[in-house]
């Protein structure tokens, strides 16, 4: 028997009526609803969701595990104004968070090392979400505590330990899963083995691998060259030097390789390049919390992470692109160090970050002998290979120091949270680069103080309002700085991008509402967003003449936009909904395109059976945006509808026991036709994905 898409509707929404008929004879039940989840991203000290009266959200793995979610970008749904940009090819998509995407503007960071790679017409993350227990998303700026880079928002990937897995009285074992979809003919599993061979040490090790076909879009076209092949590797240990001390040692990381389109973020055939990717963090940690010294609450972290792609056997115009190799490279190495003091009342956090940011573009090519200027292709090729420095990818150095405090007391039904940060940038080219131009000083630096203040109200037990206000900057990238596109000069003399965000908002936090096991939460936010002495990129020569450098602070723009999140949940039910809007214009009075459309989404499930099934159905709709497109039959650029879309998922879990779960999700169940933002400029991209059916089988030894 077929179901309507009314009939799947209205069961949707009839939901809440029979868990609550169901629940009116139990006992109280703990509630958790994804408002209620404890974070550290917006303040860096413990508190809930909407404790935190900012724009936070915790995306658990019970979340990501439930949809059988391959990719960190496909868990964005439920988040006001976070999605992803970027196709559906592996390695091909950036966070989006209220319209900034770009890498420099969206902080990454695995464990509290920073995490960030750039290159044309890719992606910027690609790690695999098996392997993280939480994903904490900020919205808006948040320069203060986490640093530049920060101007869009911050993603705090957090990976799993043994404590997720162990039971009590439990010293090892093992967790495996087998998973299927349908679409790409998929091929995925995991194995987690974990240990506590001590009271004080935690050991945990895991393998995922994938490996599929080309993805079916939604137009019911195939995706060539979108297959994945991939493994990750995770090792982590804790150990407890005494009840109040803790040294941690991570290690993960993420290979790919495969023949692949060289454009993995937009629409349109570029050519495909053997490509190798290889994503890496490793860090050192060390707590200390004595429960007898109000003083100490002290967290130092020492990492390194590298983001490595070689591109080789590139075909058509990508053969001279790419060469015999290309290499594109980030190595960037953090320490971190904060402490957290309470005195009279006041919770002052205060702390250094440093980060050590090396970039390599290199490319292995055999010079060309003779061209043809008509075409631009290479007619006769020399027989010794040379080494060199791509322009187009320029390397350097760049260290960043930053120092904050941050204050936080109440007075009585009043938190104040007030911070300060100084941050400082040193930026040096490759020796190769500065040999060129021995009349320049091609050392930049780069410094600014930046201020936050949040104030939140707690009206009445259930009901606060607040206010927050940040502000932030980002010094040019190296590519900025060094880039010589076409011939054109460096831009040495760039400045620093500034961006404040101002937010007004309301939470609303109740038990009992309809029986003595619920509770409901709502969070309210307006935001507004200005972005000063912003830097952009202009090769037209008409607008910016040779040899003016490609990079200047010649623009600005402002944005706001509402979001609201509203949980609902009892003993066998939860519903969230969360809707989202966001508008704005460049200084010229220009629509921004690039900015995400509405969305309106509904997750809403529940359990049966003493909670060993649970079932679920997820529906996300995206409005109409208005798209600057260009006409390449009329050689102009053009005001364009990207039409909206209603896309539906279901999901089913079952604990046959204690140690074996069955699991089945479909995406896109009635195969809606639809395309995604583009990567590049926000314009409209590639088709979306088309219906999927996933399974996994998981056991526990």
Do not use: C
């Given at each position: 028997m077929r179901l309507s898409k009314i009939s799947l509707c209205l069961a949707t929404f009839s939901l809440p009526l029979m868990a609550h008929a169901n629940t009116q004879n139990t006992n109280d039940a703990a509630i958790v609803t994804s408002l209620d989840a404890v974070t550290v991203t917006a303040t860096r000290t413990e508190k809930t969701v909407l404790q935190s009266a900012q724009a936070v959200n915790v995306i658990s793995s019970e979340q990501i595990e439930k949809q059988l979610e391959s990719s960190l970008f496909n868990t964005l749904d439920m988040i006001p104004n976070v999605s992803a940009n970027g196709g559906p090819r592996n390695g091909g998509q950036k966070f989006n968070i209220r319209g900034f995407s770009d890498a420099e503007d969206v902080l990454v960071t695995v464990d509290g090392m920073v995490q960030t790679f750039e290159k044309y017409r890719m992606g910027s993350l690609f790690t695999d979400s098996e392997l993280y227990r939480t994903i904490s998303i900020k919205r808006g700026t948040s320069t203060v505590l986490h640093g530049g880079g920060a101007l869009g928002g911050v993603v705090q990937l957090e990976l799993k330990d043994a404590a997720d897995f162990l039971r009590d009285g439990e010293t090892a074992g093992a967790k495996v899963k087998l998973g299927y979809d349908s679409n790409n003919e998929q091929k995925n599993g995991s194995v987690f083995a974990f240990a506590r061979p001590t009271e004080t040490l935690d050991l945990l090790a895991a393998v995922v691998k994938r490996d599929s076909d080309d993805f079916e879009l939604s137009n019911g076209e195939m995706l060539d060259n979108s297959g994945i092949e991939n493994s990750s590797v995770l090792l982590k240990g804790e150990y407890f030097l005494t009840d109040d001390s803790l040294l941690?040692?991570?290690?993960?990381?993420?290979?790919?390789?495969?023949?692949?389109?060289?454009?993995?973020?937009?629409?349109?055939?570029?050519?495909?390049?053997?490509?190798?990717?290889?994503?890496?963090?490793?860090?050192?940690?060390?707590?200390?919390?004595?429960?007898?010294?109000?003083?100490?609450?002290?967290?130092?972290?020492?990492?390194?992470?590298?983001?490595?792609?070689?591109?080789?056997?590139?075909?058509?115009?990508?053969?001279?692109?790419?060469?015999?190799?290309?290499t594109y490279e980030y190595n960037i190495t953090t320490l971190d160090v904060m402490n957290t003091s309470k005195v009279a009342g006041h919770a002052l956090t205060y702390g250094v970050q440093y980060t050590d940011k090396e970039r390599i573009g290199e490319k292995t090519a055999l010079p060309c002998e003779r061209i043809n200027f008509e075409t631009y292709a290479c007619e006769q090729y020399g027989t010794v290979a040379q080494t060199g420095e791509m322009t187009s990818q320029p390397g350097g150095d760049q260290v960043r120091t930053g120092v904050y405090i941050q204050d936080e007391f109440k007075l009585q039904d009043l938190t104040v949270i007030t911070g300060v940060r100084y941050e400082r940038y040193e930026t040096n080219p490759t020796a190769s680069f500065s040999a060129k131009f021995n009349d320049l000083d091609t050392n930049v630096t780069h410094s600014d103080w930046a201020p936050s203040i949040s104030l939140n109200y707690q009206v009445t037990p259930e009901l606060a309002i607040f206010v927050n206000r940040q502000s932030g900057f980002r010094?040019?990238?190296?590519?900025?700085?060094?880039?010589?596109?076409?011939?054109?000069?460096?831009?040495?003399?760039?400045?620093?991008?500034?961006?404040?965000?101002?937010?007004?908002?309301?939470?609303?936090?109740?038990?009992?509402?309809?029986?003595?096991?619920?509770?409901?939460?709502?969070?309210?936010?307006?935001?507004?967003?200005?972005?000063?002495?912003?830097?952009?990129?202009?090769?037209?020569?008409?607008?910016?003449?040779?040899?003016?450098?490609?990079?200047?602070?010649?623009?600005?723009?402002?944005?706001?936009?509402?979001?609201?999140?509203?949980?609902?949940?009892?003993?066998?039910?939860?519903?969230?909904?969360?809707?989202?809007?966001?508008?704005?214009?460049?200084?010229?009075?220009?629509?921004?395109?690039?900015?995400?459309?509405?969305?309106?989404?509904?997750?809403?499930?529940?359990?049966?059976?003493?909670?060993?099934?649970?079932?679920?159905?997820?529906?996300?709709?995206?409005?109409?945006?208005?798209?600057?497109?260009?006409?390449?039959?009329?050689?102009?650029?053009?005001?364009?509808?990207?039409?909206?879309?209603?896309?539906?998922?279901?999901?089913?879990?079952?604990?046959?026991?204690?140690?074996?779960?069955?699991?089945?999700?479909?995406?896109?169940?009635?195969?809606?036709?639809?395309?995604?933002?583009?990567?590049?400029?926000?314009?409209?991209?590639?088709?979306?994905?088309?219906?999927?059916?996933?399974?996994?089988?998981?056991?526990?030894?």
């Open positions: 941690g040692v991570t290690y993960t990381t993420t290979q790919d390789a495969q023949r692949t389109e060289f454009n993995t973020t937009d629409a349109g055939a570029w050519g495909t390049v053997y490509r190798e990717v290889d994503q890496t963090a490793a860090n050192l940690s060390y707590e200390l919390m004595p429960s007898d010294n109000p003083y100490l609450d002290l967290t130092a972290k020492l990492g390194f992470t590298t983001s490595q792609v070689t591109e080789t056997d590139g075909e058509g115009m990508l053969k001279d692109f790419v060469g015999i190799k290309s010094a040019p990238l190296i590519d900025e700085l060094y880039d010589q596109y076409g011939g054109r000069q460096s831009a040495l003399n760039l400045d620093i991008e500034y961006s404040d965000n101002s937010e007004l908002g309301m939470t609303y936090s109740v038990d009992n509402v309809l029986n003595n096991t619920d509770t409901l939460n709502l969070r309210v936010m307006y935001f507004d967003i200005s972005v000063d002495d912003e830097i952009t990129s202009l090769t037209s020569e008409t607008q910016n003449p040779m040899p003016n450098p490609r990079y200047a602070n010649r623009a600005s723009n402002d944005r706001d936009g509402f979001e609201l999140e509203l949980n609902y949940a009892n003993q066998y039910l939860y519903s969230n909904l969360t809707y989202s809007t966001i508008d704005g214009e460049d200084n010229t009075g220009k629509a921004l395109w690039y900015l995400p459309a509405d969305k309106l989404s509904v997750d809403t499930g529940f359990s049966m059976l003493d909670n060993t099934v649970m079932l679920g159905a997820k529906i996300v709709h995206t409005s109409n945006r208005d798209v600057e497109s260009y006409n390449r039959s009329t050689r102009q650029y053009g005001v364009v509808k990207h039409q909206s879309h209603t896309l539906w998922d279901l999901y089913a879990s079952w604990d046959v026991t204690q140690d074996v779960n069955l699991r089945l999700a479909i995406d896109n169940v009635f195969d809606k036709e639809y395309t995604v933002i583009a990567g590049t400029g926000g314009g409209i991209g590639d088709y979306g994905v088309g219906r999927s059916v996933k399974t996994q089988v998981s056991w526990r030894f």
